[in-house]
């Protein structure tokens, strides 16, 4: 989303991304292979604040000599659709800028702003395009860039949950079809829907993997339907706008794991479901405990980010 400059440094993307009380680690190779390489993932706990967490890691995982990125935490960025402005594309992105000013509660002129275009081949004539933006506010960038600058780690690149995730899906889909992806983590869900790697449709969902993992039989019945709900308002929108994609089926993912959830979800929606293994699209010969499909649930969103393209070489 927000590329800065970065020296010379070790090939593929270094994810840094802060999950509440911990620091998830994800460094993904792509280049002149068939499927992506997760190289490392580690988990490490953050502990007097997040500038002196980092600099720990800058030792400890040399961190100075990646390509690092992050993720903006939900709250921190606002992601709206809107019709691609006729500007050059250059101008696009102030175009877009006063597009959010009764929207956010931060001012618009010193916000970071970018946009996602939504490709619409295959739409038909006379369709109007459409990109996702995104804005974040000085306040919030400068925190995130601020606490990497303090703790000495050079980052290349801040993008958004939204992103990471498309990333993760565009490894399910399958040629020329659409692919639904859940993922539940401790804090609440995210759906999006992608198409040729492209973000096409996004959902937050209220209900999270605690809620349901935690929860007696007969409320997570009910948040099962609360979830079952909004992807069935989720998918019949998305026909109802991009008739010209067709949704092939959904993966889910829950963290914490939700033995009901891809079962309860494959009755009754319309699509195949699937429950998300990353051995199936990518490969991890040196970290074993990614054969674990909770643990690749907990850290979707470094690896995610980790696969950001295109990927920088050495």
């Known amino acids: 989303m927000l590329p800065f400059l970065a020296a010379k440094r070790e090939p593929g993307w270094m994810a840094v991304v802060p999950q509440g009380a911990r620091i998830d680690l994800a460094h993904v190779l792509r280049s002149g292979r068939e499927r992506p390489e997760i190289a490392l993932l580690d988990s490490v706990q953050l502990e007097g604040g997040l500038a002196?967490?980092?600099?720990?890691?800058?030792?400890?995982?040399?961190?100075?000599?990646?390509?690092?990125?992050?993720?903006?935490?939900?709250?921190?960025?606002?992601?709206?659709?809107?019709?691609?402005?006729?500007?050059?594309?250059?101008?696009?992105?102030?175009?877009?800028?006063?597009?959010?000013?009764?929207?956010?509660?931060?001012?618009?002129d010193g916000a970071s702003i970018a946009a996602i275009d939504i490709p619409l081949e295959g739409a038909g004539a006379g369709r109007q395009a459409m990109v996702y933006a995104v804005a974040a506010?000085?306040?919030?960038?400068?925190?995130?860039?601020?606490?990497?600058?303090?703790?000495?780690?050079?980052?290349?690149?801040?993008?958004?949950?939204?992103?990471?995730?498309?990333?993760?899906?565009?490894?399910?889909?399958?040629?020329?079809?659409?692919?639904?992806?859940?993922?539940?983590?401790?804090?609440?869900?995210?759906?999006?829907i992608t198409f040729r790697g492209e973000l096409y449709a996004v959902r937050r969902i209220e209900v999270s993997g605690k809620q349901l993992a935690d929860a007696d039989a007969d409320r997570r019945q009910q948040l099962l339907e609360r979830v079952m709900l909004e992807l069935q308002r989720t998918l019949d929108n998305f026909d109802r706008q991009y008739s010209f994609v067709s949704v092939s089926g959904m993966v889910v993912s829950a963290c914490p794991p939700v033995e009901e959830l891809q079962s309860y979800l494959a009755e009754n929606l319309y699509i195949p479901v699937r429950a998300m293994d990353l051995a199936a699209v990518c490969d991890f010969p040196a970290l074993p405990e990614?054969?674990?499909?909770?643990?690749?649930s907990q850290c979707l969103a470094a690896i995610g980010a980790a696969l950001r393209t295109p990927e920088v070489a050495a």
């Open 52 to 108: 002196a967490s980092l600099q720990r890691l800058r030792a400890t995982r040399r961190l100075a000599s990646f390509h690092c990125t992050t993720l903006l935490a939900n709250g921190q960025y606002q992601l709206t659709q809107f019709e691609n402005p006729a500007v050059p594309v250059e101008e696009r992105a102030e175009a877009l800028r006063w597009r959010f000013k009764d929207m956010v509660d931060f001012p618009v």
């Open 137 to 192: 506010g000085q306040p919030a960038v400068a925190s995130v860039m601020g606490a990497f600058g303090e703790g000495k780690v050079p980052l290349a690149a801040i993008d958004i949950p939204e992103l990471a995730q498309r990333n993760v899906a565009a490894l399910f889909e399958e040629p020329n079809r659409g692919l639904a992806f859940l993922h539940l983590d401790e804090s609440g869900g995210l759906l999006t």
């Open 290 to 296: 990614l054969r674990d499909v909770a643990r690749q």
